[in-house]
């Protein structure tokens, strides 16, 4: 029963159409970081207080490698984690980043990595336990399905969800065309408790952010202008209930209460020309919070690239607003009153 009441629920908001609010929020400042600071997580754990962030350099001419970085969000101070190692060596080259307490009562960051294209299973999701002053790599994931691994969402039980952009390992001409295009070739990836992986969603137009909350699991479908909702069944397998706000080009998704926080994209054609590694090509960003229960959207910041260009993250702590990007070397700062 509860499962079509949630059904119906999503398929009555799908064709009612989503009210959107501008609620704009409050520049505070830019904050320096290395380059690519593209996701971030709050590490909240164990008495600490500061934000993890997945870095590396997209505008470097060669593969360099990136980091985690650890921030105080109050004085903006960064710096990289050390990493300890006693498994196989990889080149480190974050992207999509996710921090769960799992029931063995321990902290770990899971890290989508994507070593240099001349690599042997180039694309990895690598464990990380916490401590205060390092992290400790404690299990590298391997696997067929990891393909265009984006965005990971862990889970207490040491399962994981994940999105696969494309179809196509690297980005190439085909990998272009599929975005042009629209092409659904986009999968959701399950990993369950046993290591075991599994498509639990197909023919999505670029799976980008993915966030859970209990037994609900959120896909931001950023060619479809979709943030699609599903319920996870005990299996792990997906549920889909349907289309929770419209918004153009979303990226990442974090929560905080009942709402969900995610960037924007409303110019795929400039964000193309802002990846070029010339900086001068901005990229119109926009910050949005949508409601997890009733799909209410708010615009929380907008701009034509001059203040952050090609946004990809807005995480969330108490009512600041932290705001990371693809490509350049700062995060934004905003404050939003509820």
């Known amino acids: 029963m509860k499962q079509i009441v949630l059904y119906l629920f999503f398929l009555i908001i799908s064709y009612a159409g989503f009210t959107q609010e501008s609620g704009l ?29 997945s870095s590396n350099n997209r505008w470097a001419k ?21 990493i300890h190692n006693d498994l196989k060596p990889f080149f480190l080259a974050p992207h999509g980043i996710d921090i769960v307490k799992e029931n063995d009562g321990q902290i770990y960051l899971y890290v989508i990595n994507h070593e240099p294209e001349d690599s042997t299973n180039r694309h990895k999701v690598i464990k990380f336990r916490v401590y205060d002053k390092y992290l400790e790599v404690v299990q590298i994931f391997e696997d067929e399905l990891l393909i265009s691994p984006n965005d990971i969402s862990a889970r207490p039980d040491g399962s ?16 272009l065309m599929e975005k042009i295009f629209r092409v659904r070739s ?24 993915i966030c859970n909350r209990n037994d609900s699991l959120w896909i931001s479908s950023t060619q479809k202008k979709q943030l699609l909702c599903y319920q996870i069944l005990e299996d792990g397998r997906l549920e889909k209930l349907g289309n929770l706000a419209r918004i153009k080009g979303m ?37 949005y919070a949508i409601h997890s229960k009733t799909g ?43």
Request: proline residues 5%.
């Open 25 to 53: 929020a409050e520049f505070i400042r830019k904050i320096p970081t290395a380059y690519g600071p593209e996701d971030l997580v709050y590490d909240n754990y164990e008495g600490r207080s500061r934000v993890l962030i």
């Open 186 to 209: 986009s999968k959701i990836v399950y990993k369950n408790s046993k290591d075991e992986f599994s498509i639990v969603a197909k023919r999505l137009a670029y799976a980008n952010g």
């Open 62 to 82: 060669q593969a360099e490698e990136g980091a985690i970085l650890q921030m105080n969000p109050l004085s903006g101070y960064n710096e990289a984690m050390p």
């Open 251 to 287: 990226d990442n998704l974090h929560m905080q209460g009942e709402w969900i926080y995610t960037t924007a994209h409303p110019s795929f054609k400039k964000f193309v020309k802002h990846a070029s590694d010339n900086p001068m090509n901005v990229s119109p960003s926009e910050v």
């Open 160 to 175: 994981f969800y994940f999105t696969n952009d494309s179809k196509r390992s690297t980005i190439n001409f085909g990998y």
């Open 296 to 338: 209410a959207i708010k615009m929380l910041h907008s701009n034509d690239g001059n203040v952050i260009s090609g946004v990809s993250v807005a995480l969330p702590i108490g009512e600041r607003i932290f705001v990371g990007q693809v490509f350049d070397d700062f995060l934004v700062e905003l404050e939003w009153n509820q």
